[in-house]
């Protein structure tokens, strides 16, 4: 069984910072794309960044430049440092991995998800 583990959520002021973390834990054999995804209530799940076990990342329009995604393999863990912060940011944001795990007789690969972490940025 895999779990991710998000923290790093809160209240902050426009213009402020957060930076969010993920950590994977249980029978990992090997953690391929991660990355952040955003929900508001009433609207659909939203890409936020991804970034592959090779470093390569892909942002939303409506952060680039803002935010910054990072992972430590080691540590198996994804950052997203979110720096001047808008209140149209405010949502839950949840973590998300694309991970192989050893089976019976070979590996399965799962997609898995954070419960979210909430965000709320102050006018």
């Known amino acids: 069984q895999v779990q991710l583990v998000e923290s790093g959520g809160g209240l902050v002021q426009a213009g402020g910072s957060l930076r969010l973390s993920c950590a994977a834990s249980g029978s990992i054999f090997s953690i391929n794309s991660m990355g952040w995804y955003r929900q508001v209530p009433g609207k659909q799940r939203e890409l936020v960044a991804t970034?592959?076990?090779?470093?390569?990342?892909k942002s939303a329009d409506s952060v680039e430049g803002r935010f910054t995604i990072s992972r430590d393999n080691a540590k198996n863990t994804v950052y997203l440092q979110m720096n001047s912060l808008k209140p149209e940011d405010a949502a839950v944001y949840y973590c998300n991995a694309g991970v192989t795990v050893r089976v019976f007789g070979g590996y399965r690969s799962l997609e898995v998800w954070g419960q979210g972490t909430l965000v709320t940025v102050s006018s």
């Open positions: 970034i592959t076990s090779g470093g390569s990342t």
